[in-house]
C-alpha cells in the first residue's frame, strides 16, 4: 500500500499530491495488468475518473469512453446530492461493447457505482462483463471495487490535487495566479 505522507493526514482527511496520485494511477493499472483480465474499453466516469480512465487508456492503450454523472455538487463539491446519470456514453467509435473496466476515481458510498453498473446493463446490452477499478474504496461503501488500490477503513474526505480549482473563477483567475496560488501545500512549492 501506497502511504502518504502528508502531515495534514489523519482519521479524517487524506491529502494527496499530484506526484502520488498519478503513482496511484499506475499502481491501479498494474492491479488491473496482473489481475489478467481482458478488456475492449476503459469507461470512465465524469469527473472524478476522468483523469484516471485518461491515463490507463494511454497505458493500456485502449479506448476511452466516458459516462458523465453527477453527485457532489454542494458546498465546494462536498455534499453528495442526488446522483445524476447521462442517458448516453460518449465514445469515438461504435457502441459500448464486450468487456468494459469501468473506472472512477473513488468509491465512498457506493451508490454511483451500483446505479450505473444498473443502467449499463439496462441500456448496453452488447456489454459482456463490467469490472469496477478505483483509486480508493471507502469501508462505508455498499459495493466492493473489483480493483482498487488503497482501502479506507476511516472513510476520510479525500484532498484530491486538482481540488484547488473548484473555487476558483474566471474573473479572478490572474489574481490567483499572480499571489501563486498553484502551489503544492503538500510539498511546500
Same mark, same amino acid.
Given at each position: ?11 479524517? *482527511? ?11 494511477? $499506475? ?23 476522468? =483523469? ?5 487508456? =494511454? ?6 469512453? &466516458?459516462? #458523465?454523472?453527477?453527485? /457532489? @455538487?454542494?458546498?465546494?463539491? @462536498?455534499? +453528495? ?17 464486450? *468487456? ?13 457505482? #451500483? ?14 462483463? %463490467? =469490472?469496477?477499478?478505483?483509486?480508493? /474504496?471507502?469501508? #462505508? ?5 473489483? /480493483?482498487?488500490? +488503497?482501502?479506507?477503513?476511516? *472513510?476520510?474526505? &479525500?484532498? +484530491?490535487?486538482? $481540488?484547488?480549482?473548484?473555487? %476558483? @473563477?474566471?474573473? *479572478?483567475?490572474? #489574481? ?5 496560488? =498553484? ?7
Amino acid at each position: 500500500m501506497l502511504v502518504m505522507a502528508d502531515p495534514r493526514n489523519d482519521d479524517k *482527511n487524506l491529502w494527496v499530491s499530484w506526484d502520488e496520485y498519478h503513482r496511484l494511477i $499506475e499502481l491501479l493499472a498494474l492491479a488491473v495488468h496482473d489481475s489478467g483480465w481482458q478488456f475492449e474499453t476503459i469507461l470512465c466516469l465524469a469527473r472524478g475518473g476522468l =483523469r484516471v480512465g485518461d491515463q490507463l487508456s =494511454r497505458i493500456f492503450d485502449l479506448p476511452l469512453a &466516458i459516462l #458523465a454523472t453527477s453527485s /457532489y @455538487r454542494e458546498a465546494a463539491g @462536498r455534499v +453528495q446530492g442526488d446522483l445524476d446519470i447521462a442517458r448516453f456514453v460518449t465514445m469515438t467509435r461504435g457502441e459500448l461493447s464486450g *468487456n468494459v473496466l469501468l473506472v472512477d476515481d473513488l468509491v465512498d458510498s457506493g451508490v454511483t457505482l #451500483a446505479r450505473v453498473e444498473a443502467h449499463l446493463s439496462g441500456h448496453y446490452p452488447a456489454v459482456t462483463a %463490467v =469490472r469496477s477499478a478505483v483509486l480508493w /474504496y471507502k469501508a #462505508a461503501s455498499v459495493v466492493k471495487p473489483d /480493483y482498487f488500490v +488503497q482501502h479506507l477503513p476511516t *472513510n476520510p474526505w &479525500i484532498h +484530491q490535487p486538482f $481540488e484547488e480549482w473548484d473555487t %476558483v @473563477r474566471p474573473h *479572478n483567475l490572474g #489574481a490567483w495566479i499572480k499571489r501563486g496560488a =498553484r502551489q503544492d501545500p503538500a510539498c511546500g512549492t
